[in-house]
Structures are given as structure tokens and as C-alpha cells.
């Protein structure tokens, strides 16, 4: 089963800029689209950003802008990057891999914590 791992949140003030990264063993990435989604507390978890094997990518609304996904599938990861951030950004951020019809195809892993502080 595919099982991606988060890393690269932290800690930023408004403004600032951050990189996450998503990896997943052997060469899941080449077969699948990925997304990327957040949960902020007491809301539900919803997508940011998607990126489909060949590359389309869509974000929403709230983002459009600001966040920009990419791939690597050299390296079997996918990235998200995060420009402008603003207190509402802040949530725990998870990756996952899509089939064609952009439904979840692996389980979800433990996210990466981004907090901005205003």
C-alpha cells in the first residue's frame, strides 16, 4: 500500500516561505498523481494542491498565487511551495497519492505541522 511521508514544516512568521516535501518508496509517484491537503483544528481536511502524472496541477482558490506543486520523479518526491504565508495557513499538511479520477489511493501518513505566526 502506498504510504507517503510529509516533512518540512516548522515554525514562520507571515510572509515567510516554506518548503515541504512528499516521498514515497520504489516508484509510486511515476504511476500516480499526488495532492496535497491541510487540517487546521476543528475543521476538516481539505485539498490544497494536486498534481497529476503528467504534470497539470490545480489549487484552490485559496492558495492560487501564493503555493506552487512540482514533482521530482527522479527522486520519487513531490514538493509543495509555500510563498506568502499567512496565519491562516496554518495546519497540519498531508501528501497522498490519486489515481486518474483523483481519488485517494494510498493512507494517510502522520502530515507535517506548519504554524505562521502573525
Known amino acids: 500500500q502506498v504510504q507517503p511521508v510529509e516533512s518540512g514544516g516548522g515554525l514562520v512568521q507571515a510572509g515567510g516561505s516554506l518548503r515541504l516535501s512528499c516521498a514515497a518508496s520504489?516508484?509510486?509517484?511515476?504511476?500516480?498523481?499526488v495532492g496535497w491537503y491541510r487540517q487546521a483544528p476543528g475543521k476538516p481536511r481539505v485539498s490544497v494542491a494536486t498534481?497529476?502524472?503528467?504534470?497539470?496541477?490545480n489549487y484552490a482558490d485559496s492558495v492560487k498565487g501564493r503555493f506552487t506543486i512540482s514533482r521530482d520523479n527522479a527522486k520519487n518526491t513531490v514538493y509543495l511551495q509555500m510563498n506568502s504565508l499567512k496565519p491562516e495557513d496554518t495546519a497540519v499538511y498531508y501528501c497522498n497519492a490519486l489515481d486518474n479520477l483523483y481519488s485517494i489511493v494510498g493512507s494517510w501518513g502522520q502530515g507535517t505541522q506548519v504554524t505562521v505566526s502573525s
Open positions: 498534481i497529476t502524472t503528467g504534470g497539470s496541477t
Open positions: 520504489g516508484s509510486i509517484f511515476s504511476v500516480y498523481g
